[in-house]
């Protein structure tokens, strides 16, 4: 069974906004931290940005800090990555995550999502 779900990705042009979601399937993935990771062709998975299972803490990758912003919303066990001012090279199929800690789920979380595409055009 599937344990993370993301939705909300798609085409849009460069300055332009899209707002991911990721919705978990299990009641125990509602106080764990969440994270978001995505994968360029050719490249990588690399951490974009994350937050505690409260909401309180956040952490973010240098190459989306003041454009992207991760919350959350415990009622409906849902983690939102809102991506503003885009850029072409934020093109990459983005994954949800879930570890027990904020500094787990960056590193080596438990739980990943299937990964939805977000493509920025120029």
């Known amino acids: 069974q599937v344990q993370l779900v993301e939705s909300g990705g798609g085409l849009v042009q460069a300055g332009g906004s899209v707002r991911l979601s990721c919705a978990a399937s299990?009641?125990?993935?509602?106080?764990?931290?969440m994270g978001w990771f995505r994968q360029a062709p050719g490249k990588e998975r690399e951490f974009v940005a994350s937050?505690?299972?409260?909401?309180?803490?956040?952490r973010y990758a240098d190459s989306v800090k003041g454009r992207f912003t991760i919350s959350r919303d415990n009622a409906k066990y849902t983690v939102y990555l809102q991506m503003n001012s885009l850029k072409p090279e934020d093109t990459a199929v983005y994954y949800c995550?879930?570890?027990?800690?904020?500094?787990?789920?960056?590193?080596?979380?438990?739980?990943w999502g299937q990964g939805t595409q977000v493509t920025v055009s120029s």
């Open positions: 995550a879930a570890g027990p800690t904020l500094i787990a789920v960056g590193r080596s979380p438990d739980y």
């Open positions: 299990l009641r125990t993935l509602r106080n764990y931290a």
């Open positions: 937050i505690s299972g409260g909401g309180l803490s956040t």
